[in-house]
């Protein structure tokens, strides 16, 4: 089992910036990846970015781009998404979630931090 919280949600205005953290405890060794989701208010959840939890390889989605980095501090067992130049369409409640090594699926998730930007 691995358990994940959440922080650093709230609220920000247009252009400006948050990081999110996500802590993850428990078997930490079966993760192979940690990924963000967001979930807006009558939206499907979307992924948004992942790194990997041994190498640090990342992805973000088109959208983020150039405006969100996730990245990892392997010794806090945290994984960080900083989002800068934040848009009101990324208002959403916001996910980790761990992917096991045995899986290859995000089998545990975070109880979500809301983001909202105002315009």
């Known amino acids: 089992q691995v358990q994940l919280v959440e922080s650093g949600g709230g609220l920000v205005q247009a252009g400006g910036s948050l990081r999110l953290s996500c802590a993850a405890s428990?078997?930490?060794?079966?993760?192979?990846?940690m990924g963000w989701f967001r979930q807006a208010p009558g939206k499907e959840r979307e992924f948004v970015a992942r790194?990997?939890?041994?190498?640090?390889?990342?992805y973000h989605i088109d959208s983020v781009k150039g405006r969100f980095t996730i990245s990892r501090d392997k010794a806090k067992n945290t994984v960080y998404l900083q989002m800068n130049s934040l848009k009101p369409e990324d208002t959403a409640v916001y996910y980790c979630?761990?992917?096991?090594?045995?899986?290859?699926?995000?089998?545990?998730w975070g109880q979500g931090t809301q983001v909202t930007v105002s315009s």
């Open positions: 428990g078997r930490t060794s079966s993760m192979n990846a």
């Open positions: 790194i990997t939890w041994s190498g640090g390889t990342t």
């Open positions: 979630a761990a992917q096991t090594i045995t899986t290859m699926k995000y089998e545990y």
